[in-house]
């Protein structure tokens, strides 16, 4: 039977979510805690592969088992194998055409970004900080201008294995909370280091190094040796993962990490 379940996760500590030879993945961690319930070893396939550090809100996978439990013991009983950094939200059983990645019709990440002169403590690895001051309307507007179905090569890290680097950019939005900034992004998918190299250009806007139009220059360039450098990854979240309805899975839109 196919079983398919939402988690949230804290990346700090894990080597992202993609089972490593050494075992530092989220992935080898939700395997080990699958397989002490179901009594035998099973691969886990998430809906997207986040890289080191960054974090999960909301994540959705799903595993392949012939071991029959109760839906409880997929959530309750696979979190008693977990560590503290990781949690289960829910399980379902599911049809066997689903699949946690390819079923997927949509995700979301936000970033938050703490936006004053001294670095984060308390939050430090759960938020990405900038010193300089940033206009989130420049910001806007650099992100309206890459909007849409476009290759995303000059936003693509070197080693991302996608077949292809057009996606769908369907909604981004820097929102200011005092001397926070949310900012939200939405696709039918995303290239490897493609939130985190865009949040990096999002900044070089907004502390004035460039104007907003030099967002659409870069991504029309396909050229990532042009854009800034890949920001880091501590206030990275994926929060959203949007599926066809006849699957009927709890939904996804109230998992906001420092909701506004």
């Known amino acids: 039977m196919r079983i398919v379940v939402g988690l949230e ?3 700090s500590g894990f080597c992202g979510w993609q089972s490593q030879p050494q075992g530092c993945g989220i992935q080898d961690a939700l395997e080990t805690a699958v397989a002490a319930i179901a009594g035998e070893k099973t691969t886990v396939t998430a809906a997207g592969r986040t890289d080191t550090g960054v974090h999960a809100a909301f994540q959705v996978a799903h595993f392949d088992v012939t071991a029959e439990r109760p839906l409880t013991a997929w959530v309750r009983g696979v979190n008693s194998h977990l ?11 599911i049809d066997a055409d689903f699949h946690s990645r390819f079923s997927a019709e949509a995700r979301g ?11 984060p403590a308390l939050a430090a690895g759960q938020i990405g900080w900038h010193h300089r001051p940033l206009d989130d309307t420049r910001m806007n ?10 290759d995303f090569s000059a936003f693509r890290a070197a080693e991302c294995q996608a077949k292809s680097p057009v996606k769908h950019l369907r909604h981004i939005v820097i929102v200011r909370r005092g001397d926070t900034l949310l900012c ?19 900044i070089h806007v907004g ?6 139009e030099w967002m659409h220059e870069v991504l029309l360039g396909r050229d990532r040796t042009r854009a800034a450098p890949t920001f880091m990854p501590d206030g990275l979240y994926l929060n959203r993962i ?9 939904d996804t839109s109230t998992r906001w990490p420092f909701a506004s």
């Not at 560590?83 to 059983?93: M, N, Q, T």
């Not at 507007?141 to 476009?150: K, N, Q, T, V, Y």
């Not at 939200?184 to 949040?199: E, K, P, S, T, Y």
Request: proline share 9%; glycine share 8%; with cysteine.
């Open 109 to 119: 990440y936000r970033y938050v970004l703490l936006n004053t002169p001294v670095r």
């Open 184 to 202: 939200d992004f939405v696709a039918d998918g995303f290239l490897h280091h493609m939130v985190r190299n865009l949040m990096g250009c999002l």
């Open 9 to 11: 996760y804290c990346g």
């Open 83 to 93: 560590p503290a950094g990781v949690a289960v939200l829910w399980a379902r059983e």
């Open 207 to 212: 502390a004035g190094n460039v104007p907003p």
């Open 242 to 250: 949007r599926y066809p309805r006849r699957y009927d899975l709890p």
């Open 141 to 150: 507007a650099a992100a309206a201008s890459i909007l849409g179905e476009h």
